[in-house]
């Protein structure tokens, strides 16, 4: 089963810019759906960016436009560049798997979901 490790979260001033990595490991990354979610003190936690098997991405409206999702199937790793930091983007943020297993020949499935231990970041005023 896949496991993933993120790092790059750290302490930076509003602004400026981190690059977030999530390494996959112990199955097949590229028909996986990859995405980054994040989590504030006392909010509920929240998708970022997302971006399929196939390349295609999304963004919450709230990060569109600073922040970047991409992947290197090559590395087994997923990326999220985030720039023009603002204090509300702190949070710990979460890397996640997502797949689609069919287990019949009728075509009946289960969509499976593995999760990070996320990395925190934290933008100063």
């Known amino acids: 089963q896949v496991q993933l490790v993120e790092s790059g979260g750290g302490l930076v001033q509003a602004g400026g810019s981190l690059r977030l990595s999530c390494a996959a490991s112990?199955?097949?990354?590229?028909?996986?759906?990859m995405a980054w979610h994040r989590q504030a003190p006392g909010k509920q936690r929240e998708l970022v960016a997302a971006i399929t098997s196939g390349g295609s991405t999304n963004y919450a409206d709230s990060v569109k436009g600073r922040f970047t999702i991409s992947r290197d199937n090559a590395k087994n790793t997923v990326y999220l560049q985030m720039n023009s930091l603002k204090p509300e983007d702190t949070a710990v943020y979460y890397c996640?798997?997502?797949?689609?297993?069919?287990?019949?020949?009728?075509?009946?499935?289960?969509?499976?979901?593995?999760w990070g231990q996320g990395t925190l970041v934290t933008v100063s005023s």
């Open positions: 112990g199955s097949s990354f590229g028909n996986k759906a």
């Open positions: 996640s798997a997502s797949w689609r297993t069919v287990v019949n020949v009728e075509g009946a499935y289960r969509d499976r979901e593995v």
